[in-house]
């Protein structure tokens, strides 16, 4: 499993520090300091996922105003269609306006899984898809390969799967001086906007752990 680090805007080159880079379209627009960062990293050869969704804990999907504008800002190498959190229906209907609407060229655009049961996790040809967190608990039902965005958690709940991992999870226990042993209780989800950066040394522990215990699979 590779793992992408995400990381509030003010320490992006601390901890996201593997070559894979998870973005928002509305920080890339708004945010100079994040976008510079992203576009080095993109010259440095890092696959770049972009994820058309708010940023908030919440899966909401982006404007596509503003997707388009990060598009022209720097093109990913895989788009995460936006969705709606737990509405199937209404994910499918946007994913289909989505790829009417908005020009992605080379990037390869991916179906973000939603619903509230078993039948309607339909994920299409392409097996490789966008799992969120919460709909983990569908996982021995979706396929085996997947984008895994976020685990809000434990952070071994996905060994034995493959693909791509992005998470904060690391960091966000780091914030509060915590070892990702220590998990329980669930860190609150990030801002982005977080300052204080109390204990570095924990947090990036936390953050080669993290990368560790899906490393002795691969």
Known sequence: MKIGIIA????????????????????????STYRDFY??????????????????????????EVIEKALGMLPPD??????HMFNARLSRETFRKFLKD????????IRCIEGTSERELKYGKDTFQAIPSHMFRFLDKLPVESLYIEN????????????????SLPVRLGLQGRLLTDFKPAPESLT?????????????????????IYKEEE
């Open 8 to 31: 509030p805007i003010n320490f992006l080159e601390d901890y996201c520090i593997t070559d894979i880079q998870y973005i928002l379209p509305r920080l890339l627009v708004e945010e």
């Open 39 to 64: 576009i080095y990293r993109k010259e440095l050869g890092n696959t770049i996922i972009l994820d058309c969704k708010v940023p908030n804990w919440k899966r909401k999907p982006e404007e596509f």
């Open 78 to 83: 895989i788009i995460v269609a936006p969705s």
């Open 102 to 109: 908005i020009p992605c060229n080379k990037s390869r655009v």
């Open 152 to 167: 809000h958690l434990d952070p071994n709940e996905l060994l034995g799967r493959e693909g791509i991992l992005v998470t």
């Open 192 to 212: 982005f906007y977080e300052e204080e950066d109390l204990y570095p040394k924990i947090t990036l522990r936390n953050v080669k752990d993290m990368i560790d």
